[in-house]
């Protein structure tokens, strides 16, 4: 049973425009949430993350938003850029086995079109 | 710059044979993570650890066992390979920052069990 879901496996944006990529959940015990970039042949490299008691994270061009009663939560990316073109993951934290797990989704490839 | 690296990019073996993933990071982090990346399914994490000589079952763990002897050093065991572990298997590592903590990958290791 998936707890991360990412439902669109797939996006492609114009090069300048927005990217919005979604993410929902199922356990509302998480309370940490990371967005990961992966490039092919190299490992996930960490983007922005958000706190459960916060709902919105800006970092330059990215921005994560969350929104607990939707168990949901979107990545914005502003202005996309061809470098941008990547899969990305999103992560959720999992803190009810008493230690720290991680569950990712199963990630969107974002192709940003020049 | 945190480093994580793995000892192999790319592996071959044969079904039934034991086959050994290193992981290294050169940042003294507490905790370190073995996944494995399958298409449509994401990242799924196999074994996990919190302290040398600790190590904990993560969602995938049958077939595979782990070691952590150093601190900075976390290996991933397939005692005896089989066709269905042919996968990307990712190390990543990281230390706890109260509420914030994030993930550092290797490159991964891209494994073909023939």
């Known amino acids: 049973d998936q707890q991360v879901k990412q439902n669109s496996p797939s996006l492609s944006v114009q090069e300048g425009r927005i990217s919005i990529l979604n993410c929902d959940y199922t356990?509302?015990?998480?309370?940490?949430f990371l967005w990961y970039k992966k490039y092919p042949a190299e490992g996930p490299t960490f983007l922005i993350s958000?706190?459960?008691?916060?709902d919105k994270n800006e970092d330059g061009r990215f921005t994560v938003f969350l929104n607990k009663s939707a168990k949901h939560l979107s990545l914005h990316i502003v202005p996309s850029q061809p470098g941008d073109s990547a899969v990305y993951f999103c992560a959720a934290r999992d803190i009810t086995s008493g230690t720290y797990k991680y569950i990712f989704g199963t990630g969107t490839r974002l192709k940003v079109l020049a | 710059d945190v480093k994580v690296t793995q000892s192999s990019r790319y592996l071959v073996k044969r079904t039934g044979e034991k086959v050994f993933l290193e992981c290294v990071q050169d940042?003294?982090?507490?905790?370190m993570f073995w996944y494995r990346q399958d298409p449509g399914l994401g990242l799924r994490l196999i074994y996990f650890?919190?302290?040398?000589?600790?190590?904990e079952k993560g969602d995938i763990p049958e077939g595979y066992s782990v070691s952590r002897e150093k601190k900075e050093r976390f290996s991933l065991i397939l005692e005896s390979a089989s066709t269905n572990q042919t996968s990307m298997y990712l190390c990543a590592s990281s230390v706890s920052r109260g509420a914030k903590e994030t993930q550092y990958f290797g490159p991964g290791t891209r494994l073909l069990v023939l």
């Open positions: 356990n509302s015990m998480f309370d940490y």
């Open positions: 940042m003294d982090h507490e905790n």
């Open positions: 958000i706190s459960s008691i916060k």
């Open positions: 650890s919190y302290d040398v000589k600790m190590k």
